[in-house]
């Protein structure tokens, strides 16, 4: 059982390029989750979706898109990254049927991102 | 909005003694659910404790227990017996059951000393 997969683990880009980090989980979670850490700062929701074709924005959504073609997937891109934007992407889903609302998050291993 | 305040950036603790994490947080909202979850060097997010706000009774696991105050939005975490594996960040956090959002404090640094 992998749970929550998230691709590459570490990237490195320069400014003004694009890329999309990778998130898939097989538990078949309706709800699935972007943030970012950074030091002393915790981490941040920057999307979120409670199932396919339903996304929204948390916290710190500029700079990023996102979408929800399938259940299973849940795409991070960056349109055109900014040295702000160096940090640690955690993808997350959970399960929100009936009677499991309030579970746990799953966890990625996160991807270590820089741009310079 | 929900807001969660880790103020401890660091603590340090003896192997085989007891630390206790605190957490406050601030909502208005009655139905809710407060997580700990353990950050190792590796980077991987494990999930140590759970408690739901309607329960009055403090989720234990193992050598982890919370100290759940729920008129003071309080919500401290206790590890007894420290372990050298215990050495990591700890985040408590918060969701609203409506939307899984989970908000997360800024997190405490364990080092546990041998």
């Known amino acids: 059982n992998a749970g929550v997969t998230q691709t590459p683990k570490f990237q490195v880009l320069k400014t003004g390029q694009s890329m999309t980090l990778q998130c898939a989980q097989d538990?078949?979670?309706?709800?699935m989750s972007w943030y970012r850490q950074d030091p002393g700062m915790g981490l941040r929701l920057i999307h979120y979706?409670?199932?396919?074709?339903?996304?929204d924005q948390g916290e710190v959504p500029n700079g990023y898109n996102v979408s929800r073609s399938t259940t299973e997937d849940f795409p991070l891109r960056l349109l055109s990254a900014a040295p702000s934007q160096t940090s640690v992407y955690f993808c997350?889903?959970?399960?929100?049927?009936?009677?499991?609302?309030?579970?746990?998050?799953?966890f990625g291993n996160g991807t270590r991102l820089t741009v310079t | 909005a929900q807001t969660v305040t880790q103020s401890q950036p660091e603590m340090s603790v003896q192997e085989a003694e007891t630390v206790t994490l605190s957490c406050t947080y601030d909502?208005?909202?009655?139905?809710?659910?407060l997580f700990w979850y353990k950050q190792p060097p590796s980077r991987q997010m494990i999930l140590v404790i759970r408690q739901e706000a309607y329960k009055q009774q403090n989720a234990t696991e193992n050598r982890f227990s919370v100290n759940f105050q729920k008129a003071a939005k309080s919500f401290s975490l206790k590890i007894s017996d420290s372990q050298l594996g215990d050495t990591a960040m700890y985040f408590c956090?918060?969701?609203?059951?409506?939307?899984?959002?989970?908000?997360f404090g800024k997190g405490i640094t364990l080092s546990v000393r041998p």
């Open positions: 909502t208005s909202e009655s139905n809710y659910y």
């Open positions: 538990m078949n979670h309706e709800y």
């Open positions: 997350a889903s959970s399960s929100r049927l009936t009677g499991s609302l309030g579970s746990p998050l799953h």
């Open positions: 979706s409670v199932g396919a074709g339903i996304t």
């Open positions: 956090a918060f969701m609203k059951p409506s939307n899984s959002k989970l908000t």
